[in-house]
Every structure is written in structure tokens, then in C-alpha cells.
């Protein structure tokens, strides 16, 4: 097996005192897809901050093919764009029509030709269905639409691994369909990702392995059938029933 | 109806030179208090806590400074800085000295208005930029001053009809303009048209200031619905 992509060891997060992740370990292979699940508050976003250098780490290391991933690392810039994020809030440049969002990166920092990373571009829009939105201004796209977009951006940077942060928290459920299948067309294509989600019929459908995060610790990691099926930790069960009916209303 | 002065302002032309001198040295002052001001705002905005590039001990000073200045009445600056415009442009009457002051007041304001603009830009954008491997350079050139630009177009024209009305004081201290017309002709004079007139003409020189800043503010800014692109 070749070398994993990505190497999280003992890592340490605080925000002032209060220490959001707790000596968190983990591997990822190349090619494989992790579900990160939780409650909300349990360190999952910030984990993927952490991943990206948005946020300095107080202990352990995060490596990336072993170059060290860290907020004070000479190389930073270089690392990240090995690393694409795609943010719950889409994070869209507004003053800049959807092709430029795309290609602005590409041209800028990795001084790609202009030709060449717009018929990238245009190409991935094509894939996810918005080839004609490439000159509209984000603000003129639904939610879906500026996420499929956001998802092409970070793609574009052909970057080793894809980081996704609740990217279908802030969507209505059709918009949640069309990105979900836009993300699942890529683990299709063998791309390394990780992703924190609430929609545990996508975790499902998507995972490799899935990790239950709790207070900053990984209560529990297995493969999505068993996680789903026959939870080992009280806390999971616990956890999973929260998206179950169980009751229904009485009526009088 | 007129007073005899203001007929006589008139006829020599003296109302419109006053026109042509307040709207060129407003011009002139606010184009080089932007060329120390938005950087200074640049600077102000990456080096705080929360900007791309925090550094503590240069985001005091220049925020001391600042404030220093921002703090002086202007009509005490002025007199204050007298031999600062002499060493500058070698006189300390007239409009080149004058255009002196108005930047030295303007600078500090115009760097606040402009690190309040940045300060608007969604810390999100920022973090995606950054997040694609953007150096800060990069970040402010591509990120931070277009994503702020309608912002920084509103306060430009309100740095610079600040700086017009800086611009009629230093008629005080040997400026000229329609500052100077209204104090020299109309109010040392009694003749109270020739000042109403010199409001009149101040008041629409900031309504176009006005107009026009708003209406390029509105053009560019992407976010709005209805705004051309």
C-alpha cells in the first residue's frame, strides 16, 4: 500500500482553556472517503479547520504525504493549495462572476494559464450542470448552485485531499440532493476526502469508514454498515436515535 | 437685488476662480490623501488582531499616530503645521501650502475610513482565499480592496467633502476659494448675498460629489440586486 495521504497524531486544539479536540489520531488512505459524525460543538468543523491550518494547533502534528501541515510553517501557502475545503457557507467571492471565483486561484497562485484553467472550469461546471452560469454573479445563484460551485473551485486546484464543512447545512432538501450527488459522483472518481455531515443517509451511502467525534475525542470509528447498524458505544446509539421518530403525536 | 460687492465678484470672475480654486484643491488634496491613506488603512487592517497579518507593536504606533493627528481641531493643525508646509513647498500662504495642511488632515481620516471598509469584508471570503494557498499580498489585492471597493467609493466621498470643508477654513490662515470669498467679501464686508452665495455653490459642488460617488458605489458593487455587471 502506498503512503497515506493524510497523518493526524495526537492532535491538540484549545480555544483559550477550554480544549475543543482531545489527542485525536488518524490515517487516511489515498482514494478513501471519511465521515466525520457528532453532535454539534464536539470538534468536527474545527478538526477540519485544523486539517486546513485555519486554526493553530496547541499539540501533535498533522502531515499531508509527510510535509507538516501548520499555521507557522514557512511552506503554508504550498500545502494548502494540496488541500481544498469547501465551506458550509460557501464562502464565494461576491464581486467576481462564477468562472473568475473558479479560476482565480488557479492563476494566481499556481500560475496556471488563463486558457488552460478556463477550460477546466468550464469543463467541471459542465459536470455538475452549470456550464451556462459561468459568467452569472454569485448572488444571481441558489445555495445549490453557489455550492456546486464552491465544490468546482476547490477542485480545480487538483488538490490531493477535499475537506467538507456541513456543506448541506444551510440548504433546502433538494439543493441538498443535487450537491450530496455532486460529492458522491466524486468518491466515485477515487478522491481522498473528509467529510462532517448530519445527513446520515449520505454518510452511508459515501463512507469508507466513518468517525463518531465526541468532546473532542473519537468515541468510535468503523465501517458505515456496522456504525449504522450495530453502534458499539452508548454514546452512538444515543446519538444516531436523535435522527429516528420513535414516537408519534398522540391523538385525542 | 444683489449688493454692489457681490455684482462686482461677478463681473471679474472672482466667484468662479473661487469656484475652479476650492473644487482643485479639494481634488488635488483628497488624490494624495488617498495615496498616504489607503495604504495606511491597508496596513491598519492586516496588522490587528483579527487581520491577515497580525503584528501588534506596528498596529499601535500607526494607530497612535492616527489618532494623534485625527485627535487636533483643524483649524489649531493649521497653524500648527505652518513650518511643516514651508518645508514642504517652501511657503506657508497660499494654496500649495494649504493643499499641504488638508493632506495632513486628511491622511489619518481617510486611513480610518478605509481600514472600517476592509473591516466590512466577510472574514469567510478571507479564510476560502486563504484556504486555496493565497499569500496576504495576494489576499488584499484580489480579496480585500475589490470585495470593500463599493465601500471605500462611499468613503471616499465622504473623506472628500470632509476635505472641502477643511478646504474653506484654511481660508482663514491665506487659502482661497469660495471659503475665502465668503469670509473676506461677505462676512468682513457686510454683505451677507455674496456668503449665501458661496453656500449655495458649496452646497451643490458636494451634492455632485455626492451623486456621482453613490452612483459608481452602487455600479460596482456585485452584491446588490439591480446593479449592472
Not at chain 1, 432538501?173 to 443535487?178: D, G, I, S, T
Not at chain 2, 489585492?141 to 484654511?170: D, F, H, N, Q, W
Not at chain 2, 455626492?210 to 452584491?223: C, F, L, N, P, V
Amino acid at each position: 500500500m502506498s503512503d497515506p495521504v493524510l497523518e493526524i497524531k495526537h492532535l491538540v486544539k484549545r480555544f483559550g482553556d477550554q480544549t475543543v479536540l482531545k489527542d485525536i489520531t488518524l490515517t487516511v488512505e489515498e482514494g478513501e472517503v471519511i465521515v466525520v459524525v457528532g453532535p454539534s460543538g464536539c470538534g468536527k468543523s474545527t478538526l477540519l479547520r485544523c486539517i486546513n491550518a485555519l486554526e493553530e494547533i496547541q499539540g501533535g502534528e498533522i502531515r499531508l504525504k509527510g510535509a507538516e501541515v501548520s499555521k507557522t510553517s514557512s511552506n503554508l501557502a504550498k500545502i494548502r493549495q494540496r488541500i481544498g475545503m469547501v465551506f458550509q457557507s460557501y464562502e464565494l467571492f461576491p464581486h467576481l462572476s462564477v468562472l473568475d471565483n473558479i479560476i482565480l486561484a488557479p492563476t494566481k497562485v499556481q500560475k496556471r494559464s488563463k486558457e488552460e484553467a478556463k477550460e477546466e472550469a468550464l469543463a467541471l461546471l459542465s459536470r455538475v450542470g452549470l456550464r451556462e452560469k459561468a459568467d452569472s454573479f454569485p448572488r444571481q445563484l441558489s445555495g445549490g448552485q453557489k455550492q456546486r460551485v464552491a465544490i468546482v473551485r476547490a477542485l480545480c486546484m487538483h488538490p490531493e485531499i477535499l475537506l467538507f464543512d456541513e456543506v448541506t447545512a444551510a440548504l433546502d432538501p433538494e439543493m441538498v440532493r443535487e450537491v450530496l450527488d455532486v460529492i458522491l459522483g466524486l468518491a466515485d472518481q477515487g478522491k481522498t476526502m473528509i467529510i462532517v455531515t448530519h445527513e446520515m443517509q449520505f454518510a452511508r451511502a459515501v463512507a469508507d469508514r466513518v468517525i463518531f467525534l465526541e468532546e473532542g475525542v473519537i468515541k468510535e470509528e468503523g465501517s458505515p454498515d456496522q456504525f449504522f447498524e450495530e453502534p458499539k458505544t452508548e454514546r452512538a446509539k444515543e446519538f444516531l436515535k436523535t435522527f429516528t421518530f420513535e414516537r408519534k403525536r398522540s391523538r385525542v | 437685488m444683489f449688493s454692489e460687492m457681490f455684482l462686482k465678484l461677478w463681473d471679474n470672475g472672482l466667484i468662479l476662480k473661487g469656484i475652479w480654486e476650492t473644487i482643485y484643491m479639494t481634488a488635488l488634496s483628497s488624490v494624495i490623501a488617498y495615496v498616504i491613506g489607503l495604504p495606511l488603512g491597508v496596513i491598519l487592517n492586516i496588522t490587528d488582531k483579527d487581520g491577515i497579518n497580525p503584528i501588534y507593536w506596528l498596529n499601535r504606533i500607526l494607530g497612535l499616530v492616527v489618532n494623534f493627528f485625527r485627535s487636533i481641531p483643524f483649524i489649531i493643525l493649521m497653524v500648527a503645521m505652518l513650518p511643516v508646509a514651508k518645508l514642504i513647498v517652501g511657503e506657508s500662504l497660499g494654496n500649495r501650502a494649504m493643499i499641504v495642511m488638508l493632506v495632513i488632515a486628511a491622511s489619518p481620516y481617510v486611513a480610518r475610513m478605509v481600514e472600517s471598509s476592509l473591516k466590512e469584508v466577510n472574514a469567510g471570503v478571507i479564510e476560502a482565499a486563504q484556504s486555496m494557498g493565497t499569500n496576504n499580498f495576494q489576499i488584499v489585492r484580489k480579496v480585500l480592496l475589490p470585495e470593500a471597493k463599493p465601500s471605500l467609493i462611499t468613503g471616499a466621498v465622504i473623506s472628500m467633502v470632509t476635505i472641502l470643508g477643511y478646504s474653506a477654513m484654511a481660508a482663514t490662515i491665506g487659502g482661497t476659494g469660495l471659503g475665502q470669498i465668503a469670509i473676506s467679501y461677505g462676512h468682513q464686508r457686510f454683505n451677507p448675498d455674496v456668503t449665501w452665495c458661496c453656500v449655495f455653490l458649496t452646497v451643490i459642488i458636494v451634492q455632485i460629489i455626492q451623486e456621482a460617488g453613490m452612483r459608481i458605489a452602487h455600479e460596482t458593487d456585485k452584491r446588490v440586486r439591480g446593479s449592472k455587471h
